[in-house]
Antibody
């Protein structure tokens, strides 16, 4: 069974940093593009960023609101996806989901999400 | 990248069909066949329902179907059932090599 489990969420002050993790199982992680998607309280889904496979260059792309502050990385040896979030703002408060793209340009499987609250 | 436009709400009675629209531009919906749809029940993670405009993943009911015309994609739910009461989001690949979600539609089964 394909499974994604996020962790690392919590309460952080504006300007602070946080690193989220996503443990993947049930599929060949190093063959999958991976994404982070977030959802602010009471709001819709917002794509955060994506990392390609090392075979496809391992490159990353980010949504404009997080570019330069967030960094996505992956450890194929432990099947783990990461989201390093720096210079956090109150508007980054959201549930953060990791998703896998088993097919191209889609989000097949979602984790249960981890909550990040940015508040003083 | 602006969010794709969806109606805020759509409703229908059990057994009826409803359609949710998702309008973008030629740089996203109109330019690619990479439109997907997601269903989200309150407090739950989204569920993958449609990919590449009109394809259903294994396990998704054939009551759900997708289509596209120009810059607008659509999701149709036929034979509406109580469990279809949820939020629905479209998503498209874009010419900037990023993804954009729709604004979301609340489907209410009356």
């Amino acid at each position: 069974e394909v499974q994604l489990v996020e962790s690392g969420g919590g309460l952080v002050k504006p300007g602070g940093s946080l690193r989220l993790s996503c443990a993947a199982s049930g599929f060949t992680f190093n063959n999958a593009w991976m994404n982070w998607v977030r959802q602010a309280p009471g709001k819709g889904l917002e794509w955060v960023g994506r990392i390609k496979t090392k075979t496809d260059g391992g490159t990353t792309d980010y949504a404009a609101p997080v570019k330069g502050r967030f960094t996505i990385s992956r450890d194929d040896s432990t099947n783990t996806l990461y989201l390093q979030m720096n210079s956090l703002k109150t508007e980054d408060t959201a549930v953060y989901y990791c998703t896998t793209a088993l097919g191209i340009h889609r989000m097949d499987v979602w984790g249960q999400g981890t909550t990040v609250t940015v508040s003083s | 990248q602006s969010a794709l436009t969806q109606p805020a709400s759509v409703s229908g009675f059990p057994g009826q069909s409803i359609t949710i629209s998702c309008t973008g531009t030629s740089s996203d919906v109109g330019g690619y066949s990479y439109v997907s749809w997601y269903q989200q029940h309150p407090g739950k993670a989204p569920k993958f329902m449609i990919y590449d405009v009109s394809n259903r993943p294994s396990g998704v009911s054939n009551r759900f179907s997708g289509s596209k015309s120009g810059n607008t994609a659509s999701l149709t739910i036929s034979g509406l059932q109580a469990e279809d009461d949820a939020d629905y989001y479209c998503m498209s690949y874009t010419s900037s090599s990023v993804y954009v979600f729709g604004t979301g539609t609340k489907v209410t089964v009356l």
